[in-house]
């Protein structure tokens, strides 16, 4: 079992995943093919037949961004700054929204 299960519960981890993904499907319903099992987050290949590199590229920044706001509601904003300092020089260039 990852490290992440024992301190946050796996139905807690499953409700931010869950909260994650509903936010993200707005924008992106391909993102809908996504599904939780045990410790796996997948993705139905079928369903992202046809999708651009840049379409699949908005969309699991669109899954990131959605993860950020989660933690950053949980931790009243402790982390996010932190989050974005590394995140801002990854090659995909977060931006605070």
């Known amino acids: 079992m990852a490290p992440f299960f024992i301190t946050l519960g796996e139905v807690t981890l499953s409700a ?10 707005r924008a992106f319903p ?23 590199d840049s379409e699949l ?3 699991i920044r669109r ?7 989660v933690i ?9 700054p932190q ?3 590394v995140l801002s020089q990854s090659p995909l260039a977060f931006t605070k929204q």
Do not use: C, H, P, Y
């Open 30 to 52: 391909w993102i809908g093919s996504f599904s939780v099992r045990s410790d796996e987050l997948v993705l139905d290949a079928m369903s992202i037949q046809g999708l651009t």
């Open 72 to 80: 950053d509601s949980l931790t009243g904003g402790a982390l996010t």
């Open 63 to 69: 899954v990131l961004e959605e993860l950020i706001k």
């Open 57 to 59: 590229e908005a969309g």
């Open 16 to 25: 931010i995943v869950d909260r994650v993904l509903l936010n993200a499907r």
């Open 83 to 85: 989050l974005f300092d």
